[in-house]
């Protein structure tokens, strides 16, 4: 028996058709999408290049059905940790083949610390030659201030989110606090000096504070974006739109969606709440 159910308010669904629709009905609430089609640490080249058609195929049905979304990939699920160079290899096509839709912009997810500096390795390569392609960064890690200063330089657009992953103290802020206060200085420096600056949050004190500095500096709405995932504040999502910010939801789908389901249901106690819920209201 499929426990999809389970999952249902933060996946999209488990096929291309079901996510397009569900991207479908954000575009007509005025909310642009990022597809992410599940599936993380690869172990095998097939499987890689399994990833990579389902994106291409996923690109072209954005195009040919005009949806208005832009994919994030995982470097894991394209064989990172089997092969890098087959895996840039892979990103450059997503990224040529991304390049010919309306919203050409590919990003690349950040996973675990693991993976931080090889992933901003590839970035830099591959935005060498693609500029429709941007990193993410997590406010936890220590690293960060100066690899955000590197981006900037670079005139890269970053999407800037807190960080999902268990890492060790030695790496990453766990002070709630400590993280929220280096994420807001990020995002002014993003803000301010950035290119289009994706403000991945969920917290309102933060959505507030960026508005605000927003406010106050000048920035107009069309200079960033809110994020947010898919399921997750569908109510403020809409609310943002609806007062002329630029919102986009990030729209997972796939078969392998029990560890992003995992990490959503570590996040926050209602999520959990709400898994359970649906095993008695299926
Ligand atoms: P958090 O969960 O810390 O909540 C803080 C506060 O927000 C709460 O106290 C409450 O005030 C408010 N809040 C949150 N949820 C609420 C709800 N449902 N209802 C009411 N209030 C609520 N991570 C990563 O490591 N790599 C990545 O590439 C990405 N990509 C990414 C894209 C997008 C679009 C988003 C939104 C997030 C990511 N993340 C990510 C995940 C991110 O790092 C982080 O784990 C989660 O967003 C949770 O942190 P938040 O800042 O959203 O709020």
């Avoid at 058709?17 to 095998?44: P, Q, Y």
């Avoid at 590919?106 to 090889?118: C, L």
């Avoid at 200079?223 to 898919?230: D, W």
């Amino acid at each position: 028996m499929s426990v999809f159910f389970l999952a249902k308010r933060f996946v999209a669904g488990e096929t291309i058709t079901a996510a397009l629709s569900a991207v479908r009905e954000l575009n007509a609430a005025g909310l642009t999408a990022s597809l992410d089609f599940l599936g993380e640490n690869v172990t095998n080249q097939e499987e890689a290049k399994r990833t990579r058609d389902v994106y291409l195929r996923l690109l072209d049905e954005i195009a040919r059905t005009r949806t208005r979304a832009n994919i994030s990939v995982k470097l894991t699920a394209l064989g990172l940790a089997c092969d890098k160079n087959l895996c840039v290899a892979y990103v450059n096509d997503i990224t040529e083949r991304a390049a010919r839709n309306a919203d050409p912009f590919v990003r690349i997810d950040m996973e675990s610390s693991a993976f931080t500096q090889k992933t901003l390795e590839i970035f830099e390569q591959i935005h060498a030659d693609h500029a429709n392609i941007g990193p993410v960064i997590q406010a936890y890690l220590k690293r960060s201030p100066a690899d955000l200063q590197r981006l900037i330089d670079l005139g890269a657009r970053v999407r800037l989110c807190k960080g999902a992953y268990r890492e060790p103290s030695a790496v990453a802020h766990r002070d709630m606090n400590v993280i929220r206060r280096s994420y807001m200085l990020m995002a002014q420096a993003l803000l301010s000096r950035g290119v289009y600056p994706g403000i991945a949050t969920h917290d309102e004190r933060l959505i507030r504070a960026v508005c605000s500095y927003a406010c106050e500096k000048g920035i107009l709405p069309d200079r960033f974006e809110f994020q947010m995932l898919y399921g997750v504040r569908p109510k403020r999502q809409r609310m943002l739109a609806a007062q002329g910010y630029a919102v986009r939801v990030y729209v997972p789908f796939g078969t392998h969606w029990a560890e992003y389901f995992r990490r959503r249901i570590m996040e926050r106690r209602e999520n959990a709440f709400f898994a359970l819920w649906s095993l008695f209201t299926k």
